[in-house]
């Protein structure tokens, strides 16, 4: 069961890095458009709320069942993006799953 999740998160982290490049651009025009006047959000939140969101789909959908349920987190409301605490992104120590949760 480790090999397995293990593989998981290997094809998450690569899957991830592909989808990021699509949703950067994309979440930052969202951003300027709707995000920092109607939420009050900096651009540092939205990003990571779309990151987040981005996170919380994979692992709830393609690679649901690498990841048990308690590993697996909810979705944030659009309300509270302006309420994110924005993270950073390390390369060595990142827990992908810690990073949704």
């Known amino acids: 069961m480790r090999f397995l999740k293990g593989i998981g998160l290997l094809l998450l982290i690569l899957v991830r890095g592909c989808a990021l490049w699509v949703m950067f651009p994309f979440a930052f025009v969202a951003w300027l ?3 920092s006047w109607a939420q009050k959000a900096s651009v540092r939140q939205a990003l990571c709320w ?11 959908g393609p690679f649901r069942p690498f990841f048990t349920a308690d590993e ?3 979705f944030r409301d659009v309300p509270k993006m302006s ?4 993270h950073k992104i390390r390369l060595i120590g990142m827990d992908v799953v810690s990073l949704a949760g």
Do not use: D
């Open 33 to 35: 458009l709707v995000h």
């Open 83 to 86: 309420a994110v605490e924005p």
């Open 50 to 60: 779309y990151h987040a969101h981005l996170l919380v789909l994979l692992l709830n």
């Open 72 to 74: 697996r987190p909810h």
